[in-house]
């Protein structure tokens, strides 16, 4: 998450303002949904290790990310540097504990149950692979701030879909829950690109590419997931345990 930020004066100093309160918002939802699990009893801390861990890890980030939008918008760009290159470690461990969270979950739970199996186990590895291209694309067009700070954005944004999913009403929107929670995050993009045309004039491209990317991704997923191979992949990932004649729970809206 390293950069170097241009020097210009007010509405630059905005647009960092702009950046902070974002991650912060994105920060709340995230937390307001986990800790609205816990109160409410769905969830608990009497899990396997590997839950543990990617809670650790995944909240690491969002203190990580917290303090790199803070310390920016406070001009402090020298301890930003370097703290920015912790995500050369901190991401890829994302990437594989979020991928072997994902395999855990449909294995021991089928996945939530507002989603079908298929959906869960290909949207969200294929997520987290997106998150992290987003972050590494960031990284490398550090020195074009305005690249970076956009692209980062859109990073967070879309995995804020597990904070979203604890707080909305999930039931009530099967078969289409998964694409719900994922336009509402997608609208954290929306609404910064609007805002951002509005102080600029114009729309950065860096949004069309993070939004396009986003969406885009998801879409080729539930292509993947609903065909023949996607669900031969998802009826292994559930393994021997579950016998074919129960596998019809695992996909009750596709």
């Given at each position: 998450m390293a950069?170097?930020?241009?020097?210009?004066?007010?509405?630059?100093?905005?647009?960092?303002?702009?950046?902070?309160?974002?991650?912060?918002?994105?920060?709340a939802v995230i937390v307001a949904?986990?800790?609205?699990?816990?109160?409410?009893?769905?969830?608990?801390?009497?899990?396997?290790?590997?839950?543990?861990?990617?809670?650790?890890?995944?909240?690491?980030?969002?203190?990580?990310?917290?303090?790199?939008?803070?310390?920016?918008?406070?001009?402090?760009?020298?301890?930003?540097?370097?703290?920015?290159?912790?995500?050369?470690?901190?991401?890829?461990?994302?990437?594989?504990l979020g991928t072997a969270m994902t395999i855990t979950s449909v294995r021991r739970f089928g996945g939530p149950p507002f989603f079908d199996a298929n959906e869960f186990l290909f949207q969200n590895i294929v997520g987290i692979f997106v998150f992290?291209?987003?972050?590494?694309?960031?990284?490398v067009m550090r020195r074009r701030t305005d690249w970076h700070r956009r692209l980062m954005y859109c990073a967070m944004a879309s995995i804020t879909g597990p904070g979203l999913g604890r707080i909305?009403?999930?039931?009530?929107?099967?078969?289409?829950?998964?694409?719900?929670?994922?336009?509402v995050a997608g609208l954290f993009m929306v609404v910064a690109m609007i805002l951002d045309r509005r102080r600029t004039g114009r729309i950065h491209p860096a949004w069309l590419w993070g939004i396009g990317i986003f969406f885009g991704s998801q879409i080729v997923c539930d292509l993947v997931a609903y065909s023949p191979w996607g669900l031969s992949i998802t009826h292994d990932v559930l393994g021997p345990s579950n016998s074919r004649t129960d596998l019809h729970a695992h996909f009750p809206h596709g």
């Open positions: 950069s170097h930020v241009e020097t210009r004066g007010g509405p630059l100093s905005a647009e960092h303002r702009f950046f902070m309160i974002s991650a912060w918002v994105m920060a949904g986990f800790s609205t699990n816990l109160v409410l009893g769905r969830s608990s801390f009497a899990m396997p290790p590997i839950f543990h861990v990617h809670a650790f890890v995944f909240f690491g980030w969002l203190v990580l990310y917290l303090t790199q939008t803070s310390l920016i918008a406070g001009g402090n760009v020298a301890l930003h540097r370097r703290l920015g290159w912790l995500t050369l470690g901190w991401v890829p461990a994302m990437v594989v992290a291209g987003m972050v590494g694309a960031a990284i909305l009403p999930m039931p009530l929107f099967i078969p289409w829950a998964w694409w719900v929670v994922q336009g």
